[in-house]
T-cell receptor
Framework: KAGVTQTPRYLIKTRGQQVTLSCSPISGHRSVSWYQQTPGQGLQFLFE???????NKGNFPGRFSGRQFSNSRSEMNVSTLELGDSALYLCASSWASGLDQPQHFGDGTRLSIL | GEDVEQSLFLSVREGDSSVINCTYT??????LYWYKQEPGAGLQLLTYIFSNMDMKQDQRLTVLLNKKDKHLSLRIADTQTGDSAIYFCAESTNQGGKLIFGQGTELSVKP
């Protein structure tokens, strides 16, 4: 069974641009969560989607957005990129949204802002 | 509040046991997780424990939970060089899929 797939693995952008990252969950998983990982702030929760609806949102500015499609694949978008957005963006999937659903992570997309 | 604390570094000899510790603050956390991250990779789910359990064993891994002290530990028996990685402790929250992670403990295994 394939794991969580994130594309692309690496991205280089410049300030002011926007970027879209993609995540395909494990087959049958319907919940997708996104995290940002930086050396300074560690792992921080961005948002969670379940059945095409955003269920929870972390403390990030509105430049960070996401969506989920009917096949459970998810995308996140960051507009007006800033240097501080350079990070590893991780996607995780689980069967459903809830406390008892272990999350399985992809290998992430490393975003570098020049 | 939500906070998870871990020590940053641990160095052990190959064949020894490793114990990685974690403390958390949210008493309503019902699940606690251990993840492993190798260089250039994402997070690999190692094991997790429900808060009504004291211990869980899975091959070389033993998780101990002291709910009164909000202390979680991961013991790796017979540590190998391939176990060198960063280990993250995480707690569930009452916000669906949101996990709160510790800063990670870098485990270095010396031959």
């Amino acid at each position: 069974k394939a794991g969580v797939t994130q594309t692309p693995r690496y991205l280089i952008k410049t300030r002011g641009q926007q970027v879209t990252l993609s995540c395909s969950p494990i087959s049958g998983h319907r919940s997708v969560s996104w995290y940002q990982q930086t050396p300074g702030q560690g792992l921080q929760f961005l948002f969670e989607y379940f059945s095409e609806t955003q269920r929870n949102k972390g403390n990030f500015p509105g430049r960070f957005s996401g969506r989920q499609f009917s096949n459970s694949r998810s995308e996140m978008n960051v507009s007006t990129l800033e240097l501080g957005d350079s990070a590893l963006y991780l996607c995780a999937s689980s069967w459903a949204s809830g406390l008892d659903q272990p999350q399985h992570f992809g290998d992430g997309t490393r975003l570098s802002i020049l | 509040g939500e906070d998870v604390e871990q020590s940053l570094f641990l160095s052990v000899r190959e064949g020894d046991s490793s114990v990685i510790n974690c403390t958390y603050t949210d008493s309503s956390s019902t699940y606690l997780y251990w993840y492993k991250q190798e260089p250039g990779a994402g997070l690999q789910l190692l094991t997790y424990i429900f808060s009504n359990m004291d211990m869980k064993q899975d091959q070389r891994l033993t998780v101990l939970l002291n709910k009164k002290d909000k202390h979680l530990s991961l013991r790796i028996a017979d540590t190998q060089t391939g176990d060198s990685a960063i280990y993250f402790c995480a707690e569930s929250t009452n916000q669906g899929g949101k996990l709160i992670f510790g800063q990670g403990t870098e485990l270095s295994v010396k031959p």
